[in-house]
């Protein structure tokens, strides 16, 4: 269930898709750094974040700040670097990442709680009793230390815990607890931090193989016992050498229709040292593969790049005759794959296919809720489509009221006790639409009588000039209203050019004043304030309005 404090905590991340879903489509400009492209298309893109450059080159702060809206601790999460010793917990690291998200406006991917690498020997030398319960104890400790953190918003709760064949790993977690450590951390998980997103993670499961089908029928029996999994990551360390995933888009859709979000958690694509021009181009094409696979599948919550420079990366120390697996080269130069996560991200690369014919599926009826006097929240069932859904458009008659690219679209500006009969068509990007979903109605309650039960306006001019006047008006309650309204009538001759803090609607010389959507709420004995400027064509003092 998405909570209320990821809601919130994604901060801008958040609103965007929503203006998003308001405004009419605002493709980010062509110019524009890869976040703002991935925050237009509801997707984040981010990027794994090692503390020593971090805190040392400037130019690595500025392109992770600049171009990622996500960022994943690359090794500052990990048990050996979060609980060296048994109970004695090191921040330092984890906390320098929160900190520079926060900062950045970035949500982190807290990484990882259980894995059989980069554990302890500590850990590795218990018991099985000891172990289960330093387990419980290592996720209650560091997940619980950023609960409250609106920053973090989902963990890599369990990592790799299967062998390429599909069988489980025969890790030490294993060895000693069998399976059933899984559930176990997942439900630690839930209790240490109920909000967030709580992963399995794994390599060489992006395309469907035997292992990425253990994953997703671990991942269905998990869910049928309740355990609370509820996101699948897909690392996607990739290599041109190896050939491009079979069926990625197929494969990471299987596991959304289990209900659960996906993502890409650690894309990179390394290639057999020294690059050449077209090394770099064939690994610009599995960089954008991803992100098209991601971007047409609507539970793909985004893609994260394990790094972005090739001057940090894990690839040559490990795989000693590749490497070069980023968007970046160790100068810091975007290479071509930073131009083809670019064009995707943008739709650049990813142009209408003129032979596709095929309509997306008849969207779901839309659900009306949180209906206000002038707003309400419709949500409907996704349509589906052999390429991608690329938005909704939602009507009343023929009215066009608002587009989304989600399936769900906040109205404002609706007028009161006014019944609306909506329904939405979805569209891909070779414009074909789908048929109309089917109606459905919602009645908007009475709005407040001016200015709103137990409120009175008071009006006073504040500034004056030739041909204009500035006023503001005063509301005051005595009994709490979360709606009000105060029309002020004037002579003719007077204009109102401008307010804030209100929404106007203006009929003659009548100008009716009613809250903004932020402001409807006034407690009881409070008061609001909203402004506007006036124009007026006479000589002298400005007419005074008449209060309703
Ligand atoms: O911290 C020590 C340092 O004290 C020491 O001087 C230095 C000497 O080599 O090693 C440092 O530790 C290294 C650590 O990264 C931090 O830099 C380890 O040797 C090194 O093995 C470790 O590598 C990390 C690797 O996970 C470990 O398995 C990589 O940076 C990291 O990118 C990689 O990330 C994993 C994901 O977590 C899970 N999925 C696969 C992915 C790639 O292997």
């Given amino acids: ?44 893109i981010g990027t794994a974040l090692s503390t020593s450059p971090l805190a040392n080159e400037t130019a690595y702060r500025n392109i992770a700040a600049t171009e990622f809206n996500q960022i994943t601790p690359e090794n500052a999460m990990k048990w050996d670097a979060t609980e060296p010793n048994q109970n004695q917990f090191n921040w330092s690291g984890a906390d320098a990442i929160v900190n520079f998200a926060t900062q950045n406006n970035q949500q982190i991917h807290g990484h990882t709680l259980v894995w059989h690498s980069q554990t302890p020997a500590w ?23 950023y609960a409250s953190n609106p920053t973090l918003v989902s963990w890599d709760v369990v990592n790799e815990v299967f062998d390429d064949n599909g069988n489980m790993r025969n890790s030490f977690w294993y060895q000693r607890l069998g399976d059933t450590y899984i559930a176990d951390a997942f439900r630690a998980a839930k209790a240490a931090d109920p909000d967030a997103r709580l992963c399995i993670n794994d390599y060489n499961v992006e395309g469907i193989n035997a292992k990425s089908t253990a994953m997703y029928n671990l991942v269905r029996s998990l869910r049928a016992q309740n355990v609370p999994v509820d996101c699948v990551g897909f690392q996607g360390h990739l290599s041109t050498q190896y050939g491009f995933p079979s069926q990625v888009q197929q494969n990471v859709q299987r596991f959304a229709d289990l209900g659960v979000q996906v993502r890409f958690t650690e894309i990179d694509i390394r290639m057999l040292t020294p690059r050449t021009a077209a090394k770099d181009t064939q690994q610009a094409t599995y960089y954008r593969d991803i992100v098209n696979a991601c971007l047409a599948v609507t539970q793909c919550a985004g893609i994260t790049i394990w790094g972005f420079t090739d001057k940090y990366s894990w690839v040559p120390e490990t795989f000693p005759s590749e490497g070069a697996a980023l968007i970046y080269d160790e100068n810091y130069a975007q290479k071509p794959s930073y131009t083809a996560v670019h064009n995707a991200l943008a739709g650049g690369t990813n142009p209408p296919d003129p032979t ?170 409070g008061t609001t304030t909203f402004g506007f400027i006036g124009s007026w064509n006479g000589t002298g003092t400005p007419p005074t309005p008449t209060l309703s």
């Fill in 123 to 145: 850990v590795q030398n218990l018991g099985a009793d000891a172990m289960r319960t330093a387990m419980r104890n290592h996720i209650a400790q560091v997940a619980g230390r």
């Fill in 356 to 525: 596709d014919t095929t309509a997306p599926s008849r969207p779901g009826t839309p659900t009306a809720s949180a209906i206000t006097a002038t707003g309400a929240t419709l949500t409907w069932t996704a349509s589906t489509d052999n390429r991608a859904v690329t938005g909704y458009t939602l009507y009343r008659g023929t009215t066009q009221l608002a587009t989304s690219t989600t399936n769900t679209v906040t109205l404002t500006g609706l007028t009161p006790a006014t019944a609306y009969t909506v329904n939405v068509v979805a569209r891909d990007a070779a414009g074909n639409t789908s048929t109309a979903s089917p109606t459905t109605t919602f009645t908007t309650p009475a709005g407040p009588t001016n200015p709103g039960t137990g409120c009175t306006p008071t009006y006073r001019t504040t500034n004056t000039w030739q041909g204009g006047f500035q006023g503001e008006v005063t509301i005051r309650c005595t009994s709490a209203a979360t709606t009000w309204r105060t029309t002020l009538t004037y002579p003719t001759g007077v204009n109102v050019t401008q307010n804030w803090s209100s929404t106007l609607t203006t009929n003659g010389t009548a100008f009716t004043f009613a809250n903004a959507p932020w402001n409807g709420t006034i407690p009881a004995g």
């Fill in 1 to 44: 269930m998405p909570s209320l404090r990821r809601a919130i905590s994604i901060g801008a991340l958040a609103v965007l898709p929503i203006l998003a879903a308001v405004l009419p489509a605002l493709p980010a400009h062509a110019d524009q750094p890869l976040r703002a492209h991935a925050e237009a298309r509801g997707k984040f």
